[in-house]
């Protein structure tokens, strides 16, 4: 049973930074891909950010490239995204996913397979 365990959300203000951790659990962690997904109220989750298994190649969304990086640590199996200049329009729950299986299609929810419960990250104007 795959557990994915997010923290480090929390209320910051605008132009501030956080970095969420999400550690990994019940497989071997070093052979698969890791994304970050947010979900805002009202709105349909989208994809933040992913990272290849080695940490070789990583993918941003267009909303968050140049500020967000995503990172991994295979020893600890835990992946980061580390979040600078957040702005008002980051606020959402923030989730890291894997899939059962590699894909090519890291920006579709429906390529991951485990979810953590997500964290909230709340930027004050």
């Known amino acids: 049973q795959v557990q994915l365990i997010e923290s480090g959300g929390g209320l910051v203000q605008a132009g501030g930074s956080l970095r969420l951790s999400c550690a990994a659990s019940g497989r071997t962690f070093s052979g698969y891909n890791m994304g970050w997904f947010r979900q805002a109220p009202g709105k349909e989750r989208e994809f933040v950010a992913h990272i290849t298994w080695n940490g070789g190649t990583t993918y941003y969304a267009d909303s968050v490239k140049g500020r967000f990086t995503i990172s991994r640590d295979n020893a600890k199996n835990t992946v980061y995204l580390q979040m600078n200049s957040l702005k008002p329009e980051d606020t959402a729950v923030y989730y890291c996913?894997?899939?059962?299986?590699?894909?090519?299609?890291?920006?579709?929810?429906?390529?991951?397979?485990?979810w953590g419960q997500g964290t909230q990250v709340t930027v004050s104007s």
């Open positions: 996913a894997a899939p059962k299986y590699n894909s090519p299609n890291y920006a579709y929810s429906s390529s991951y397979n485990y």
